[in-house]
């Protein structure tokens, strides 16, 4: 008898881990239901993914769909649907699995308006990494309720990869930076979002050595300011694009705007990506993907702590820079002979997170699962 799956997405980061596992899931006999809310569906169609409606109303999808098992993304809003998702599961005695992105704001995904960092935890947790595991287990999540899956898209950005040649990345470049002069370097500057989850967090910390021009204490204005700056007193100027996030406007850093050869704002952001010869960002998530490509990447932070959110820069293939003289020095090497030279990051970030969402999916179906 086939399971039904109700799959629910709020947001760009969980979309990326939970859209991959429709079409196997579906390939393993499911019947799956996959609702997206309104504010996610454009990047969904963006990335060739189809969703089955909106997910704004969990009570009414669950009475309409009866699943078997609800995977459910987390997101940056404290009152948004995916912890009523989780919450209307409970109530229906249906059980639920949370798909990790990463492993920022841990204990914020689930706090919603209360002080307790679990207080709309799933049934079960699908994590990408050990790291993340460990941040859960000490906010008191069961650990023999947590499963490390890894993560469905970077399988998919590893096909990317194998995907492209010179001739395709030759074509990007001319369709997506049309002013970049024959030898000159392309340098793509990812942006981010204000975090809803934790709003101080998107600000610059006292006593960090990037301040900008002292306008704007929000963080990646402070640290634009900063690359900006340090490529203009390069001797060989590199072609800057900016990249925005998915919940940026297309006016965001306008006062920046006229030291910026080009900014780019909505549908897939790796065909950007694949024809840069330089990637920098902070802790944004597209920062891992631009390594999963095998292209050079720089983040600079304000404060070191902050490497531990993202797994390459944990790892140490993607550098930090965290002083103004820490990323003049990068930024010499890396638009230099030395830039060429990429550490893979196939060890810290393995394939096959489809399969093993599968096999958690197939886990927890089984009747002895719920009262595990």
């Not at 995977?71 to 009152?79: F, H, I, K, R």
């Not at 990345?169 to 997506?176: K, S």
């Not at 820490?326 to 830039?339: E, T």
Request: with cysteine; glycine share 8%; aromatic share 4%.
């Amino acid at each position: 008898m086939s399971s039904r799956i109700l799959l629910h997405v709020e947001d760009p980061g969980a979309a990326n881990v939970v859209a991959p596992l429709v079409v196997p899931l579906r390939e393993a006999g499911h019947h799956v239901t996959f609702l997206a809310d309104s504010s996610v569906a454009e990047f969904l169609t963006a990335r060739g993914y189809q969703h089955d409606g909106p997910g704004d109303e969990p009570a009414h999808a669950l009475d309409s769909v009866v699943p078997d098992l609800v995977l459910a993304g987390t997101s940056e809003n404290s009152e948004g649907s995916s912890l009523a998702m989780i919450e209307a599961a409970r109530a229906r005695a249906i059980p639920s699995v949370a798909a990790i992105d990463m492993l920022a704001n841990a204990d914020r995904r689930f706090r919603g308006l209360s002080d307790d960092p679990l207080h709309h935890a799933p049934d079960w947790l699908a994590v990408p990494d050990s790291p993340t595991a460990k941040v859960y287990e000490r906010l008191g999540f069961r650990p023999d309720r947590i499963t490390i899956c890894g993560h469905p898209h970077y399988d998919i950005v590893r096909a990317r990869r194998r995907a492209m040649d010179d001739e395709t990345t030759a074509l990007f470049r001319a369709r997506l930076a049309p002013g970049l002069k024959p030898g000159q370097p392309l340098v793509v500057f990812l942006a981010e979002a204000v975090s809803r989850l934790n709003p101080l967090a998107s600000r610059i910390a006292p006593g960090s050595d990037f301040v900008g021009s002292g306008t704007s204490d929000d963080r990646t204005t402070v640290i634009l300011e900063a690359v900006l700056d340090t490529l203009e007193g390069m001797e060989a100027r590199p072609h800057f694009v900016l990249r925005l996030h998915p919940k940026n406007q297309a006016g965001d850093y306008g006062a920046l705007r006229d030291r910026i050869d080009a900014v780019s704002h909505g549908g897939d952001p790796l065909d950007l990506i694949t024809c840069a010869d330089l990637v920098i960002g902070m802790t944004t998530f597209l920062l891992v993907e631009a390594c999963l490509l095998e292209k050079p990447t720089l983040s600079v932070l304000p404060d070191i702590k902050e490497a531990a959110w993202l797994p390459t820069t944990a790892g140490g293939a993607t550098p930090v820079a965290t002083t103004g003289e820490d990323l003049k020095r990068m930024l010499l090497s890396f638009l230099g002979s030395a830039g060429k030279t990429v550490e893979r990051c196939d060890e810290l970030l393995p394939s096959g997170a489809t399969q093993r969402y599968l096999g958690l999916v197939a886990h927890l179906l089984r009747p002895e699962a719920a009262t595990a």
